[in-house]
């Protein structure tokens, strides 16, 4: 039980910042877009990640510099990107400002999340290389890695389906135009991060 709360714990504590994939799944909870397929996407991916860090992948991953930096330039462009994009629809508005309107795809959606994910490296280092090297001092490791994955079921479901209580709120297209605008700037933040200090 100790190691299962250890790992709730650590997992809520890397799990809350805000960055580019909590933003994309708050997004999709206010459009209500495949909230369930977005939120089971990276339930699954974080159970993939913490499993393979607590089992031993972060030290690999921590002896595979290469990668992490491929990992790096690639999240920088990607979130580039998207940010730009972002910023495109704060400058002219939303044409999806009512739930359901103008949806994306389920596959185009899970693109860009399977994008902001695995091409993030700091779900990387959170996920594989601080939760494994945090498990190392539990030897239940089937209960810190349950813990760790129940904070993010929890965690990314709330987000998902939570975000429509602040619905009312984003019925104003300027709501939209404002929280396009913060995405475009945590995404752009991060993709800076990425670049200046790796």
């Not at 910042?17 to 977005?38: C, D, E, P, S, Y």
């Not at 491929?70 to 990107?81: Q, Y």
């Not at 939303?94 to 695995?118: F, H, I, K, N």
């Not at 209960?143 to 389906?161: K, N």
Request: glycine share 12%.
């Amino acid at each position: 039980m100790n190691a299962y709360l250890a790992g709730l714990a650590a997992s809520l504590s890397l799990i809350v910042a805000i960055g580019a994939q909590n933003a994309f799944v708050l997004k999709q909870g206010l459009m209500r877009r495949h909230v369930l397929a977005t939120c089971a996407f990276c339930a699954v991916s974080d159970a993939v990640l913490i499993s393979a860090g607590v089992l031993g992948a972060g030290a690999i991953a921590a002896q595979a510099p290469g990668f992490l930096a491929a990992m790096r330039w690639g999240g920088a462009a990607f979130l580039l990107i998207y940010g730009a994009r972002a910023f495109a629809a704060a400058w002219r508005g939303s044409a999806a400002l009512r739930a359901g309107e103008g949806a994306a795809g389920l596959w185009a959606t899970l693109a860009v999340l399977a994008a902001l994910t695995w091409l993030n490296p700091h779900v990387w280092l959170d996920t594989v290389v601080l939760l494994g090297a945090i498990s190392a001092r539990w030897e239940d490791k089937g209960g810190f890695i349950a813990g760790a994955v129940t904070a993010s079921i929890l965690f990314f479901f709330a987000l998902g389906y939570g975000a429509r209580w602040l619905s009312p709120l984003f019925a104003r297209p300027v709501a939209w135009r404002v929280l396009d605008l913060l995405v475009g700037l945590v995404m752009w933040s991060i993709a800076l991060g990425l670049m200046v200090h790796g």
